[in-house]
């Protein structure tokens, strides 16, 4: 492809202007634009396409007055071009060409074509092109970046679409630049920045090189090496820092400057202070052309000078890497890549990689502190199986003590997100075998935190004491707040609510007192403190923090504790009734997590967003996304049994009600053992309850209410006992016990209404409308039911909304709604098991009744409460009572 596609037009206006030329009336055209427009190929193109016209090169400079005579001459016989090309540096030749052109005229066709950079153009070239008077036609054809596709197609067609069209941005869309890029792709990255560091891969290239142009050579040493310092500093060329890095005077380095700006190598930023080479690719080109020894040394006298402004570490540890080996300075290097690991965590991990091969040989602590700041900075930028092998491998270094606590606390960490959490706590378990006493409080925070999040609270006990000495530790805030949200959640499990909100609030508070710079070296303290206040169903403050470490770990590049974090906002968003933001920030959290490898997260990322889809949509939308989330968490039984919990419930909102209560039982059945989320304990067993009431089985679901109201009770969490009393509720509604079930569900009413949970607030207040209803208090039932839908009208969740119209259907006229039992949506033997049940058959008793299997009871009734809208035993038992007694149905034989 030729260097000149897009400059048609150029061309056909400059080749106009030269055929109408006019004896006795010299042109001038001038070819204008910045260096790599393509000027020269412009220029030699165009005689090329000129064969009958004579045209003679003025750029050697040395054009005497009889030989422009004699040009002059030459111009009556036959047309003559004069060409001079840069004509910013060809000072001895304008002057001739304003004696040719303006002082003596010459009689024939003469065309001078000037080709020169309108920055550089000196008062004399100026002077020529606008001071010539009328005798003198002019033309301005000045040379600008090519159109998008006509630059795109400079580039090399094998490059994909996209690369090309990088390369073009990259390259201004100037023809000069282009063929740079064209030889040498790899200089830009996707994003479109050119890469410095690649020129040094690059090795020596003619192509990069002819960027600088003959002006290089024409500039002394000073300032080529001047030129070589901006290269080298890049963004930072303050006139100063080039002088301290260049090693020159500041006289001699702004007089450098000065002459590096009027040959257009450097520019001026919008501020005026700072100075840069014209485009990257030019610095490159100076950069390559610096002596490999020197730039070296320079990268080293840059970062000393750096250091002493307080600049970005990012830029520090660019001119450390740069430097390689030559730095040989460990201390220097590793304390770079520990500000970076928060800053910049690749990067990070590059400076700490060099940190490691300038460690001292004969200083294992060096080693294994270098070792152990790669593995942060490897798992910050979101490689944690990678993280945890170097962890390993420091851990082996024999580090100090204090090193290799570090090391045992990151790699069981590491661990517990990878999944399962159990052998990275047996590992930090026999850490205390080895560590130093004044160390073993830290290790045992984090030994116990691990307990916790994973429900071994027997191995939690006996660290009690140590783990309290450590909320004392003023001079370590993030270790103070971690022990006392540790201990918070001891006590919630014990039932204390009290001792643990009053822990709680002393973490918020440490927490809330740290900068956000120093929270994002520590973002774990948040996401435990969120957890637990989750637990305890603090949801304010829980979603307060963990959304500011969301946004923390978005801002410092913490790959690792994002996925974590934001599957935690899911969780504390789906509790909370804020459905949209838990489906959505949990589809991030799953794709975080595989990103990384953090199996445990895409599992509570799932599980939180079937809860949430559950609510929002039903269960049919929920449904794959639950049994994704079990399938998930089966390494982890902590997160299987709660991911079983939720797939329990979806499978009863298809109902699948006999697979819901074998979930169910197989997280409550007692021979388990001591659950795995003590806090979920009375949840559970109020939905076993709930299914076994759906299933017929009264007599058991009361038991299993009132063991939920047990459990509820010694764990002291308000809301998990408003969970167990509207179980109990219902269940007592079935066993037509109105009065007594009222008492329950309005005392649900007022525990969720005291913890904001609207979702389940809206479900009491229609367990109350079903007992009024029981008890013929129409009007007061109609009032919950108003209540129910102001509460689905502010919430998304579709499920709470169906409810509620169901409700509103079951209060209206009796003998409409007689019709929507008896009528011809039902089929026979649909409206037998619909009398039975409402009676208060069991699914048993019903098939022995009608000479059937309990399955095809089953299957039938699953048929009625779909077509009826309803999802409970008690709510078709009020629906048929509301239309004047199960007596009308008749009697289930005779039909």
Known sequence: ????????????????????????????????????????????????????????????????????????????????????????????????????????????????????????????????????????????????????????????????????????????RLPGLLAVLDAHPELVDADGTVVLERVVELGPSR??????????????????????????????????????????????????????????????????????????????????????????????????ALRQRRADPRTCAWHLLRAGAAASRFTRVHEVARELVTVDPPLAARVSRLAVTLAPPDDPVAFGDALLTRARATAAAGDLTGALRLTQTALDASPGPETRLAAAVLRADLADRLGPSAPALARLAREHTTTLPRLRPRLSVAQGRLAARSGRWGDLNPLVT????????????????????????????????????????????????????ALAGCLDVPEWLAWVQGVVLEKEGALRHVTRAVALAREHGQAHL??????????????????????????????????????????????????????????????AVGEEAVREARHDQTLRDTALAVLSHIRFAQGRHTEARHLTGTLVQPGRGRLSRRDLQPKWLAGHAEFLLAGGLLDEAYAWSQRAEVAAAALGLEIRRAEARLATAQVLLARR?????????????????????????????????????????????????????????RTPSEWLRQQVVNAQRRHGAGQRRWALIAGPELTQAERRVAALVAEGHTNRAAAMRLYVTERTVEAHLTRVYRKLGVSSRAALAALLRDGGGTSQVGDPETG
């Open 737 to 793: 016990d109105p009065v007594s079930a009222l008492t329950a569900a309005r005392e649900a009413v007022r525990l969720f209404a005291d913890r904001q949970a609207d979702l389940s607030l809206g479900e009491a207040h229609l367990a109350v409308a079903g007992c009024l209803d029981a008890l013929r208090e129409t009007g007061s039932a109609r009032e919950h039911i108003n209540l129910a839908r102001v509460i689905a009208e």
């Open 466 to 517: 140590e783990i309290r000495a450590a909320t004392g530790a003023e001079t370590d805030p993030p270790l103070a707040a971690v022990a006392r949200t540790t201990l918070a959640a001891r006590a919630a499990e014990h039932g204390s609510t009290d001792v643990a909100a009053g822990e709680l609030r002393v973490a918020e508070a440490l927490v809330d007192a740290m900068s956000d710079r």
């Open 207 to 304: 192509c990069l090189a002819g960027l600088l142009g003959p002006e290089i050579d024409l500039a002394d040493q000073p300032t080529r090496r001047i030129l070589h310092t901006v290269a080298v500093l890049g963004e930072a060329a303050d006139p100063a820092l080039v002088a301290e890095v260049g090693q020159h005077g500041r006289t001699t380095t702004v007089e450098a400057l000065d002459r590096l700006v009027r040959m257009d190598l450097l520019r001026y930023a919008a501020d005026d202070a700072i100075l840069r080479p014209r485009h990257a690719l030019v610095r490159a080109a100076a950069y390559q052309d610096a002596p490999t020894g020197w730039r070296s040394e320079a990268h080293l006298r840059a970062d000393a």
């Open 1 to 172: 492809m030729s260097m000149l596609v897009g400059r048609d037009d150029d061309f056909a206006a400059v080749r106009a202007g030269l055929a109408g030329l006019v004896p006795g009336q010299p042109t001038i055209v001038e070819i204008t634009g910045d260096p790599g427009a393509g000027k020269t190929a412009f220029l030699t193109h165009l005689l090329r396409q000129l064969p009958s016209v004579f045209h003679v090169d003025l750029t050697a400079h040395r054009w005497t007055p009889a030989a422009l005579a004699r040009l002059g001459r030459l111009s009556r016989a036959r047309p003559v071009v004069a060409v001079l090309d840069d004509a910013h540096r060809a000072e001895p030749a304008l002057a001739a060409l304003r004696h040719l052109l303006v002082d003596t005229p010459p009689p024939g066709r003469l065309a001078v074509l000037c080709a020169y950079r309108p920055r550089q153009a000196p008062r004399s070239l100026l002077r020529l092109v606008t001071g010539t008077g009328a005798g003198i036609r002019q033309l301005a054809v000045p040379l600008g970046a090519l159109p998008e596709a006509a630059a795109e197609a400079l580039l090399s067609r094998v490059l994909p679409a996209t690369r090309r069209a990088t390369l073009a941005a990259a390259g201004a």
């Open 562 to 623: 994002l996925p974590g974090l934001l599957a935690g906002q899911a969780r504390i968003a789906a509790g909370s009734g804020r459905l949209d933001e838990a489906i959505s920030v949990a589809i991030e959290a799953e794709r975080a997590g595989r990103s990384v490898g953090a199996r445990p997260a895409v599992a509570i990322a799932l599980t939180y967003r079937a809860m949430a889809l559950l609510w929002r949509a039903g269960p049919q939308a929920a449904a």
